[in-house]
């Protein structure tokens, strides 16, 4: 979920570099707990959650797994997802679900994507 507030916006409320913030908010020991504590209050108060999709770039990982499958209709699957889904969602993971209606061209292409 990404809020209205961006790193650099709480950054200039707070009157702290941008790295600084960004330091405190990963509890990075480079910054003192006085400081943490101040940018995690600001942070909570105006509602500043980080952008999941810059941090994935950051990192270099996305945190998204991707499921193929055949067809919505069959029970089985359904049940996958939903165990699949609340597992992914524990460990903060997004989850991607294609639907192929048994094209195996199709299946091939998505397969090579990921």
Do not use: W
Request: aromatic content about 8%.
């Amino acid at each position: 979920m990404v809020s209205g507030i961006s790193l650099k916006e709480l950054a200039a409320e707070l009157n702290l570099a941008p790295s600084t913030v960004s330091r405190a908010l990963n509890d990075s020991y480079e910054i003192s707990e006085q400081t943490k504590k101040k940018v995690l209050s600001m942070a909570e108060k105006l509602n500043y959650h980080p952008n999941p999709f810059a941090r994935s770039l950051r990192e270099n990982k996305s945190k998204t797994i991707a499921v193929i499958i055949p067809e919505r209709i069959n029970n089985f699957f359904a049940q996958v997802i939903d165990g699949i889904e609340s597992i992914t969602q524990e460990h903060g993971y997004h989850l991607l679900v294609y639907c192929t209606h048994e094209d195996v061209e199709r299946e091939k292409r998505l397969s090579r994507f990921y």
